[in-house]
């Protein structure tokens, strides 16, 4: 079984945040960064299947140097390779939609595609800074492979085929069946996510990672469609603003108990605390 698992750095979810003098996205100058959390799960379901059934897991991310932070913390866990779409410096890959960078990361990964039936392409369900949640539906797209998100467990049945289970709304959930080559989307909270272990550090000192500037990306003559090459974007961000906290007073007249009935009341349906 052959893996492949699109991962993201992100700033950690504990970091001061402040918005930049531009104010189109956070002053990253003294920002600490690290996986994103569902794509960290995204990688424990596909190391899991590795140990369950073997083969190859292979990473993929783009952004700057920094990435390799965390490309190297995915190969301590057990990924086995890595391949790192590199942009020449923190604006570069900013100026990419959902669009743009699923174009980068499904040109990368058609190298890598095998004709056997066991190939996975596994990404998490969404970012923690932007929580767009496209970037893998689009990336079976241009693939024109199958799909599936909102996934808590896959199970490969042996005939060219996963079993996966789709959280929904409300509590319900749903097995679907899937032909493989396909594109899962995981949710956060399926498993337990390992730690690097010593032995894992080092090796991963000597695992391959594949660097790929954006521009050689771009600029391979692979045979490609146009389509393949990113274009204006579609979804431009205007403004990043901090949440603005408020503070009101109400009254609650009536009797003491018409008080305390009111006050149960918004507890309940407005602030949900009861």
Known sequence: MKIIVAIKQVPERDARI??????????????????????????????????AHGGEVIVLSAGPERVGK??????AKGADRAIHIASESEDELAQYDALGVAQLLARAIEDEIVPEPDFLILTGLQ????????TGVIVAELLGLPHASLILKVEPTG????????????????????HTPAVLTIQSGNSKLRYATLMGIKKAKTKPVKVIS??????????????????APVVVLEQVKLPTKQRTTQMLSGTPAEAAAKLVEKLQFEVRAL
């Open 18 to 51: 402040r918005i930049d003098s531009v104010g189109k996205w956070i002053d990253l100058a003294d920002v600490e960064f690290a996986m994103n959390e569902s794509d960290a799960y995204a990688l424990e379901e596909a190391l899991q299947l590795k140990e």
């Open 70 to 75: 965390t490309i190297r913390e995915a190969l």
């Open 127 to 134: 970012s923690d800074d932007l929580g767009l949640g496209q």
């Open 159 to 178: 005939s060219g085929t996963v079993r996966v289970l789709r959280e929904l709304e409300d509590g319900w959930f749903q097995y679907l069946e899937l």
């Open 214 to 231: 954006i521009a050689d990306l771009m600029s391979e003559d692979l045979g490609k469609s146009p389509a393949w090459r990113p274009a």
